[in-house]
């Protein structure tokens, strides 16, 4: 149980395209998923909390224009990022919660050209 | 605020050895403690977690952590490693009380390498 899928896998974009990245709970319901960033050899930055049903809550220093995230079901939340630059490539990993609990997608991998 | 501390880096080992990685954490609120392990090019498993109740957890793979409050840490611990336990751990610590929006502190991570 507890299984947690991402999709892509893995991407690469032209500089200033928008790349979507999704982050599904597969046998479990999620009101809360989260967003990360992780820089090779580093630990997970957190970037945004995903509501379902409401506004994403950023973490300082995240630009939400430029990380848009939408969580319209229990099961789903996107990240989009948008107008990717090469500095954006990174692999963006979500959570989902259930109880107390924080279960790990496999990551997505971008790379902006 | 919640803080991890994760003093190794990196922990040499060679395999069938015992090894122990180190984790202490700092918090004015009870804690929800949390070891994943990443293995390269993928997300976080959980390995295993202490909410409430016994201070020895016992996860996956053989495993195992103990909280101690009084001397604020979390380590983790397996009697002997195998070659395919080389990986990066990964520390977590979240206020507890099951609060839906609490956020995971992670520490910086230690490398397991185990050597044959």
């Known amino acids: 149980g507890a299984v947690v899928s991402q999709h892509p896998s893995w991407v690469i974009c032209k500089s200033g395209t928008s790349v979507k990245i999704e982050c599904r709970s597969l046998?479990?319901?999620?009101?809360?998923m989260f967003w990360y960033r992780q820089f090779p050899k580093q630990s997970l930055m957190l970037m945004a909390t995903?509501?379902?049903?409401?506004?994403?809550?950023?973490e300082q220093g995240v630009e939400k224009d430029k990380f848009l995230i939408n969580h319209a079901s229990l099961t789903l939340s996107t990240l989009t990022v948008t107008s990717a630059h090469p500095e954006d490539s990174s692999f963006y990993i979500c959570s989902a919660r259930s109880g107390g609990t924080q279960y790990f997608g496999p990551g997505t991998r971008l790379l902006v050209l | 605020a919640q803080s991890v501390t994760q003093l190794d880096s990196q922990v040499p080992v060679f395999e069938e050895a015992p090894v122990e990685l180190r984790c202490n954490y700092s918090s004015s609120v009870s804690v929800y403690l949390f070891w994943y392990v990443q293995y390269p090019n993928q997300g976080l498993q959980l390995l295993l977690k202490?909410?409430?109740?016994?201070?020895l957890v016992k996860g996956i793979n053989g495993f195992e952590a103990e909280f101690n409050k009084s001397q604020t840490s979390f380590h983790l611990r397996k009697p002997s490693v195998h070659i395919s336990d080389t990986a990066e751990y990964f520390c977590a610590v979240s206020a507890g009380g099951g609060g839906a929006t609490n956020k995971l502190i992670f520490g910086t991570g230690t490398l397991l390498a185990v050597q044959p």
């Open positions: 995903s509501n379902e049903g409401s506004k994403a809550t950023y």
């Open positions: 202490y909410l409430s109740g016994s201070t």
């Open positions: 046998d479990f319901q999620a009101t809360t």
